[in-house]
């Protein structure tokens, strides 16, 4: 298009935004499609209402329209040079937008909803919002499919009105009516209030979010110190293991070679033995012969000269006969070496059950015990403190137990004294990992909390579960309910006399077990604990024993 050329927007009809067809002019000088402009005026028709859609001024009687020949001579000429386009699709409202009410046929996508008209607008049937003073002063918001619900369903008007007493929002009719009397403000200045109590909880959930990312990362930090330490034990393992093959062998080498340097001591001492003998056989052999050969000679008188003359027989430098011992030459070796054997498998069984205990015991954070062995080696031996004791109570069994007695004892006063409700403290502020058990009989109420617990008056910030300083069982004859912070929920789980507490300080987790042949989790709760804890019952009736766990 030609810099001088008008744009598009200037030939457009403003009701249905495209090139204007069969054009006609209307008494304020605006321009639109004749077929638009008609319709927008039959549907007035009933109210004599005509009005210009843009200006919005008023036309009675009824204006007579006519097609601008001129006007729709433009209009072609421009068609021709390429000025026809519709606008972009992406212009028009799709099913999950929010439609412009003033549109007819094809909708555009609204830019803005007024809160005061109740309808949604798009670009160009906003203008008068920005032009036209009385709209000033109507609220705009982005587009809302929702208008209709700010208008109250039984009065038909607009809802501007929030009531604090039923926390509603309702109209200026409801006001007077069903809600006089109440605590009644603007809707803008009930926003205002929700605004803080919504930044409020949203800058809880941010500190929840910063303490949630901070646990994430010690718990990455946590895996990598799990997989070094592994890597670390196993490398170091096998180096271990392999110093004790090479030893194994060493000794084995060794053992060889002290046999085959006995073997051939022995071997050449027999061998010597043997030689020796055998010389002497061929010398008794050669002098055998000797006196064969003289039992032959016949003359008498030679054969004794010669008999006479042979040297007497020496005495053997070896004993007559040789003793063979049993054939058990090296075997004892063997037996020695088997024993050797049967030592290491020993000490190599004995050894592999304690490395295997030590593996089964890394301690990983998070991970609660599943066997009640398990819980065991958490167990911390809990002492109760006669100075938190209220007066109905008397500590005995080493101050490890506790009976109501229904009667006052005479107690020193003193500040950390629970003045009404019939609760102890444990001596032991409680840290880490920690297990203990109570053997109860009547009602009592197993509970752990803060120090800072307020020890008088009978309102709930002195009784266990009863604030957010304390957690508590209540454990009564057919069932369980679990307090914090006065809120109070009923729990399923066996019944039993005893029941065992399991609290990992560091990870937030506070866990009741009901303890009989089996463990069976009663109430589990995840948290932020802030301080040290102590352990601590409400006898209601009764008694309650801080056992040691077998």
């Given at each position: ?5 008008p ?21 304020c ?9 008609k319709s927008?005026?039959?549907e ?27 006007l729709?001579?433009?209009?072609e000429?421009?068609?021709?040079t ?51 003073a ?8 982005e587009?809302s499919?929702n ?14 009105i ?26 803008r ?12 909880r949203?800058g ?59 073997q ?13 003998l ?12 000797e ?57 190599l ?9 030590m ?26 403190d006669?100075?938190t ?31 009404v409700?019939?609760?102890v ?6 840290t ?20 800072n617990i307020s ?11 009863g ?7 209540d ?17 399923s ?58």
């Amino acid at each position: 298009m030609e810099q001088n050329q008008p744009d598009r927007e200037t030939f457009s009809c403003s009701i249905c935004l495209d090139l204007l067809k069969d054009p006609v002019t209307i008494p304020c000088g605006h321009s639109y499609c004749m077929n638009c402009i008609k319709s927008f005026w039959d549907e007035g028709e009933q109210k004599k209402n005509y009005h210009c859609p843009q200006c919005r001024e008023r036309f009675t009687p009824r204006p007579v329209l006519k097609k601008s020949t001129m006007l729709a001579a433009l209009v072609e000429q421009l068609k021709k040079t390429g000025l026809q386009a519709a606008p972009a699709d992406h212009r028009y409202a799709g099913p999950e937008d929010v439609a412009c009410d003033f549109c007819t046929g094809r909708k555009l996508k609204a830019i803005k909803s007024c809160l005061f008209c109740l309808a949604s607008y798009c670009e160009k049937h906003l203008q008068p919002h920005y032009d036209v003073a009385p709209l000033k002063k109507h609220k705009l918001v982005e587009p809302s499919k929702n208008l209709q619900e700010n208008i109250c369903s039984k009065h038909g008007k607009v809802i501007d009105i929030f009531c604090r007493t039923d926390q509603k929002c309702i109209c200026y009719l409801c006001s007077v009516d069903e809600h006089k009397g109440h605590n009644t403000v603007s809707a803008r200045a009930g926003r205002t209030e929700r605004q803080r109590e919504l930044e409020e909880r949203r800058g809880n959930i941010q500190q929840r979010i910063q303490d949630r990312e901070k646990d994430v990362k010690l718990l990455q930090q946590e895996v990598e110190a799990i997989n070094h330490s592994a890597d670390k034990t196993v490398e170091d393992s096998e180096k271990i293991f392999t110093e004790l093959i090479r030893l194994l062998q060493k000794r084995s080498s060794d053992v060889k070679q002290q046999i085959r340097s006995q073997q051939e001591t022995e071997v050449s001492r027999v061998k010597d033995v043997q030689e020796k003998l055998e010389q002497e056989i061929t010398e008794l052999k050669r002098k055998d012969a000797e006196l064969e050969q003289l039992s032959h000679t016949e003359d008498h008188n030679q054969f004794l000269f010669r008999l006479l003359s042979l040297p007497a027989l020496s005495e053997s430098t070896h004993s007559s006969s040789i003793n063979i011992r049993p054939l058990r030459h090296f075997e004892d070796v063997t037996a020695a070496v088997s024993e050797l054997r049967e030592k290491l498998q020993d000490v190599l069984r004995d050894s592999w059950t304690n490395i295997s205990l030590m593996v089964t015991q890394v301690d990983v954070l998070l991970s609660e015990p599943t066997t009640r062995a398990g819980f065991l080696k958490y167990s911390c031996e809990i002492t109760l403190d006669p100075n938190t004791a209220e007066t109905m109570l008397v500590l005995s069994e080493g101050n490890r137990k506790v009976t109501w007695m229904n009667q006052h004892q005479s107690y020193s006063s003193h500040p950390d004294r629970f003045t009404v409700w019939r609760q102890v403290l444990s001596r032991e502020s409680l840290t880490g990992r920690c297990y203990w058990e109570v053997e109860r009989s009547g009602r009592v109420f197993v509970a752990v909390a803060y120090k800072n617990i307020s020890r008088s008056g009978g309102g709930n910030e002195s009784e266990f579960g009863g604030n957010d300083k304390s957690w508590a069982l209540d454990c009564y004859s057919n069932g369980y309910q679990f307090g914090h912070n006065n809120n109070w929920t009923s729990v399923s789980g066996p019944v039993s006399s005893r029941v065992g507490v399991f609290l990992d300080h560091e990870a937030g987790i506070l866990s009741f077990y009901s303890v009989s042949k089996s463990m069976t989790l009663i109430y589990r709760v995840q948290t932020r604990f802030t301080q040290p804890l102590h352990a601590g019952v409400w006898v209601w009736s009764g008694s309650a024993e801080f056992c040691k766990p077998k």
